[in-house]
């Protein structure tokens, strides 16, 4: 009894009620937890994904694509900091894997992976590629994680204090919370095509590539950017057109 009784006083204890903007969409977030929180375990979480893949021989097994996904990263870590500050103190890693179930993401605290199979199957160029990775920056630096879990927290009868490793266990494998939230996830992830393409584009990249780049996503079908989380690929497509254009004037 003492320790559930601990856990859940050591689960209050890092939330932090709290509202905040999304840099350049300006959306307001009730955010629930604290930014330490939630990237001590992402961290945790990524360092074990590592492992994993590590054993597997899949982790950094391409040389040249990690050099590649390093290179672009650094110039769009240099424009998600000039809109977030705080992301200056972050340690960020980035790692690639030749794991065929890995697309791409960036965990909070910027905790980049990129899925080399993904990359080749769409032959992303570079200007394709820092799209790709300037979409996931913008999902850490616009904190969607934090959001989710304190989206999660609030969901269930008295919003019954939980663990943030078991909401964090929650939001990976409960399909039927996945699609109670799926409203806010494609908020998300079309604030994360709008941001990442300011990033891109404040990094130094065409909107050329970064229209080709969701061109092919609604062309190739993609199964994990085109479910049911995420706008439609016609929208997205049209999104980026539309926003190239304003970001080219």
């Not at 390093?70 to 705080?86: D, F, N, Q, Y």
């Not at 394709?128 to 959001?147: D, K, N, P, Q, S």
């Not at 919370?177 to 806010?184: A, C, D, F, G, V």
Request: charged share 20%; aromatic share 4%; hydrophobic share 45%.
């Amino acid at each position: 009894m003492t320790g559930t009784w601990l856990a859940s006083l050591a689960t209050i204890c890092l939330c932090q009620v709290a509202l905040a903007q999304v840099p350049e969409t300006g959306r307001w977030q009730d955010l629930d937890f604290t930014a330490d929180a939630v990237q001590g375990r992402s961290s945790t979480r990524y360092h074990q994904i590592l492992a994993d893949l590590a054993a597997n021989g899949t982790l950094d097994d391409d040389a040249a694509m990690l050099r590649r996904v390093r290179r672009i990263t650094s110039g769009l870590v240099r424009a998600a900091i000039a809109v977030k500050p705080a992301a200056a103190e972050w340690q960020w890693e980035m790692h690639v894997t030749s794991d065929p179930d890995q697309e791409a993401f960036c965990m909070a605290g910027g905790k980049l992976l990129v899925g080399t199979k993904f990359v080749q199957h769409l032959a992303l160029d570079d200007e394709e590629l820092a799209t790709l990775i300037g979409h996931e920056v913008a999902h850490a630096i616009a904190e969607h994680h934090r959001e989710e879990l304190s989206a999660v927290l609030r969901i269930g009868p008295g919003h019954p204090v939980r663990p943030l490793e078991t909401l964090m266990s929650q939001l990976d494998t409960d399909l039927s919370l996945q699609i109670r939230l799926s409203e806010l996830s494609r908020i998300q992830e079309s604030e994360a095509d709008q941001l990442g393409m300011v990033l891109a584009s404040r990094a130094g990249w065409p909107t050329s590539g970064m229209v080709s780049f969701y061109r092919k996503l609604a062309q190739a079908g993609s199964p994990g950017f085109n479910d049911r989380s995420h706008p439609s690929p016609a929208s997205r497509l049209n999104m980026a057109s539309l926003l190239a254009l304003l970001l080219g004037q």
